[in-house]
């Protein structure tokens, strides 16, 4: 089983940054999809940047520019660098990781930023932007 666990999270004003951190530990096979997602005020879950199992990274056009998103060499943690913070930010935060599925396939590969393909998540973390 895959473990997610998040930290960096907390309060900033507007044009701040945070640099979110997300551990991933377990059985985590050596070829997964990660991903931040958040979880907005109004209850939309929004997919905002995702690294393929080649590498190939993916934003959200509403992140793009300012957003950061980064693993460490072995792949076990996870990074989001925000910067340029908008009130329309804050949200929770959340990593989640897709496995490779039964079929061979990865979900993701055609939609990154989709939560129905990413299997393993974490609880979240809470970013409050103000100005």
């Not at 900033?12 to 951190?21: A, E, I, K, M, P």
């Not at 931040?36 to 940047?49: D, H, K, S, V």
């Not at 509403?62 to 908008?86: E, H, P, W």
């Amino acid at each position: 089983e895959v473990q997610l666990v998040e930290s960096g999270g907390g309060s900033v004003q507007t044009g701040g940054s945070l640099r979110l951190s997300c551990v991933i530990s377990g059985n985590t096979p050596p070829y997964i999809f990660v991903a931040w997602f958040r979880r907005l005020p109004t209850g939309n879950l929004e997919g905002i940047a995702s690294i393929s199992n080649t590498g190939a990274i993916t934003y959200a056009d509403a992140v793009k520019g300012r957003f950061t998103i980064s693993k460490n060499n072995d792949g076990k943690l996870l990074y989001l660098q925000m910067s340029n913070l908008r009130l329309e930010d804050t949200a929770t935060y959340r990593c989640a990781v897709e496995t490779l599925g039964a079929a061979g396939t990865f979900y993701s590969a055609l939609h990154p930023l989709e939560s129905s393909g990413y299997n393993h998540w974490g609880k979240g973390v809470p970013v409050t932007v103000s100005s």
